[in-house]
Each structure stands twice: as C-alpha cells, then as structure tokens.
C-alpha cells in the first residue's frame, strides 16, 4: 500500500513561492492517481491538481490554475507541487493522497500527514 509522505511547507511572504514534495515509500507508485489537497479551516477538503496514472493530463482547480503546477518525478516515487505568487488565502495544511482519482477526497484512499503551509501579507 501507499505510504505518503509529504515536505517542503512553512513560512513564505505573500508574493513568495514554495515547492512542496510528496515521496511513496510505500512501492505503490505508478498504480494509482495522484493529487494534492489541502483543508480549509471548516476541515472541508479542497481540491488542488490531480496527476492521472501513466502520465494524462494533469487536472487543476480553477482557484489555482496558472500559479500552482503539479509534476512527478517516477524514477523517486515522487510527485510536487509548485506553487507560486502565493497569498495569505494560500495559508493551509497541504496534503498529497493516492487513489482512483477526481477531484473528490473520496476518490482517494492513501493520504500523507501533510504538511503546513503560512503565508504572510
């Protein structure tokens, strides 16, 4: 099964960028779609980008479109998550998943701890 992982959050300036990685360790990678979530403050999951299994089209939500670029890295069991000229509203956990794909969190059953990212006006 999937074990996630993700890295790369903390502390940026509004305007700033981060990268955030996400690595399978749990030798799975290749069998399922990937994506990248993060949780609003009601605990409500948003979706970000979806990376299809075999290398499709990557699918992103239109809030993020043109600032964040989800990517992998197969040969590392790893996929990222560029995000640029980030804002306060950006300030969130930040969470990879691995499952069948969509834009529903219930379309993923493998999910990282996440990790945090803040952002400072």
């Known amino acids: 099964q999937a074990q996630l992982e993700e890295s790369g959050g903390g502390l940026v300036q509004a305007g700033g960028s981060l990268r955030l990685s996400c690595v399978d360790s749990?030798?799975?990678?290749?069998?399922?779609?990937m994506a990248w979530f993060r949780q609003l403050p009601g605990k409500e999951w948003q979706f970000l980008a979806t990376?299809?299994?075999?290398?499709?089209?990557?699918d992103y939500a239109d809030s993020v479109k043109g600032r964040f670029a989800a990517s992998r890295d197969s040969a590392k069991a790893t996929i990222f998550l560029q995000m640029n000229n980030l804002s306060p509203e950006d300030t969130s956990k930040y969470y990879c998943?691995?499952?069948?794909?969509?834009?529903?969190?219930?379309?993923?059953?493998?999910w990282g701890r996440g990790t945090q990212v803040t952002v400072s006006s």
């Open positions: 998943a691995a499952g069948k794909g969509g834009r529903s969190p219930r379309g993923y059953e493998y």
């Open positions: 749990g030798r799975i990678f290749g069998a399922y779609d």
């Open positions: 990376l299809p299994v075999g290398g499709g089209r990557t």
